[in-house]
């Protein structure tokens, strides 16, 4: 018999600032890696986005509008501290009031993100997350919004999707290798080394400095699967579930790093430097609960003998890496227009590996499906996401039956924004954004179906 959700638990949908807010210059905001990177080539430049910054009254009310209990949305740190430390901007610390306040105003719990892909360009210029001053720098960043969000932001997330920008950093447009880098795996490794010593100490600050409030981590964790039943398969899922998944958890949780990404840090020349001290600050940051995203698994088959690492550029399916696993397209599974698998059953299976290996509970902080969504009279019909969204849905309630403890479902994206790496085309939101790739018109709001449908889901706890 099907459990319910949870009474409290928090509907709602996320975003991130450097992808929905635009004024990405505006009000004393200095640049992040993101303004400075050259954009893909068919993307728009991230200055206007969804223009969030202007709009965000407008768009807390249609959220309202739709029942939410919670809007994630992302703290730009530049906008903060323009330079990454140092000076303050009063007009940044201002913004981020207005828009907690207005979530507040509806009784919309503002769930926090500390970093989602836009470290200030110049900490990047001195090394970027390579560097460990930048760590000091985090908790400075942490302290000054604990300082002015704390009396009011309950939940907090410390860094999205540390895994991808470790996997696919130069992808989203995060990893500047220094000129002289030999070894970019090596560099990569020694950057997550930082970042997960900075989310400990981020994690004990806010339970000193906020000890009613709750903080977790958000890497994107998708189970996976062996391309077949042959026991080498086995043990490249293993390999790959370790260093795509457990590697961050297992820090995040025990404090500890996974053995199996250990050994894969090993082959390649890989292992992060410790400075005095890291070990016991690593295992002095416990989460709360685990905040992860969830889009598609992901399926390997142990590589050929004579094969050689090849660049991980498919966010999906890893690469090949020689010795330890190598991507696979699951033919079982139907794919989005921009290819990316859909497999709701493998959301359960995640959410039930999740729960037996960490017990804690979890909130859902993106899931969703990219589409390039049509505005015919007023009107966008998406059942293409209805559907989607509708079976993760199904599947996280069955999860929650086997046993499972869910604390709230954020699909991505609350509104249209800008993509990592493909532009504005792609669309995930409830709320369209009237505007092209290159043309920004005056961005104008508008209902999607699945707007319309998101409401009756909330307002019926997940029953409709
Ligand atoms: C996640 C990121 C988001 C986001 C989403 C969709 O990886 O946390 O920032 O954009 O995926 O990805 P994309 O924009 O590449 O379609």
């Known amino acids: 018999k099907l459990k319910p959700f949870p009474k409290d638990f928090l509907w709602g949908a996320s975003t991130s600032a450097y992808q929905v807010e635009g004024a990405n210059l505006t009000d004393g905001k200095g640049p992040s890696c993101q303004d400075v990177k050259k954009v893909p080539e068919g993307t728009s430049e ?59 105003k509806y009784n919309i719990e503002p769930l926090v993100t500390m970093y989602h892909f836009d470290i200030p360009a110049a900490l990047d210029e001195i090394g970027g997350w390579g ?168 399926t390997v088959e ?36 921009f290819g990316w698998e859909i497999d709701p059953q493998g959301f359960r299976a995640t959410i039930r590996e999740m729960y037996s290996r960490y017990r804690l509970p979890m909130i859902i902080t993106e899931n969703g499906l990219g589409a390039y969504d049509k505005l015919e009279d007023g009107k966008i019909h998406d059942p293409y996401r209805i559907e989607y969204l509708r079976k993760h849905i199904e599947q996280m309630q069955l999860a929650i039956t086997d046993g499972a403890e869910m604390m709230g479902y954020c699909p991505w994206s609350a509104i249209d924004l800008i993509s990592t790496h493909e532009g504005m085309v792609k669309r995930y939101g409830f709320i369209y954004v009237d505007r092209e790739e290159f043309d920004v018109k005056n961005c104008d709001r508008y209902r999607k179906d699945s707007f319309f449908w998101y409401k009756k889901v909330i307002e019926s706890n997940g029953e409709d």
Not at 59 to 67: H, S, T
């Open 302 to 337: 142990f590589p050929g003998a004579d094969e050689k690492d090849g660049t991980q550029n498919d966010q999906q399916n890893g690469g090949v890496e020689a010795g330890f696993f190598k991507g696979f397209a699951n033919p079982n599974l139907p794919r989005t227009e």
């Open 46 to 104: 991230l200055d206007v986005c969804a223009d969030q910054y202007h709009h965000y009254k407008e768009d807390i009310a249609l959220m309202a509008e739709m029942g939410f209990k919670t809007y994630r949305f992302s703290i730009s740190w530049s906008r903060l501290l323009p330079k990454g430390t140092g000076e303050v901007n009063p007009l940044g610390i201002e913004y981020y009031n207005n828009l907690i306040n207005e979530c507040l």
């Open 131 to 298: 560097n460990r001053k930048v760590i000091d720098c985090f908790v400075e960043f942490a302290k000054l919004m604990f300082e002015n969000y704390g009396d009011r932001v309950k939940y907090w997330l410390t860094i999205n999707e540390q895994n991808m920008l470790t996997l696919v950093g130069p992808l989203i447009g995060t990893f500047n290798a220094p000129k002289d880098c030999t070894n970019v795996t090596k560099e990569l490794y020694q950057q997550n080394h930082h970042m997960l010593v900075a989310q400990a100490k981020a994690m004990a600050l806010c339970h000193e400095m906020l000890p009613n409030a709750k903080i977790g981590p958000a890497p994107n964790i998708s189970l996976v699967y062996p391309a077949s039943c042959k026991p080498e398969d086995m043990l490249a899922a293993q390999n790959f579930n370790a260093v795509r998944n457990w590697l961050y958890l297992d820090m995040a949780v025990y404090g500890v790093y996974n053995n199996l990404a250990w050994a894969y840090m090993e082959e390649h020349d890989a292992v992060p430097v410790f400075a005095p001290g890291d070990e016991e600050i690593l295992k002095s940051g416990h989460p709360d609960f685990i905040g992860f995203n969830y889009y598609n698994t992901s």
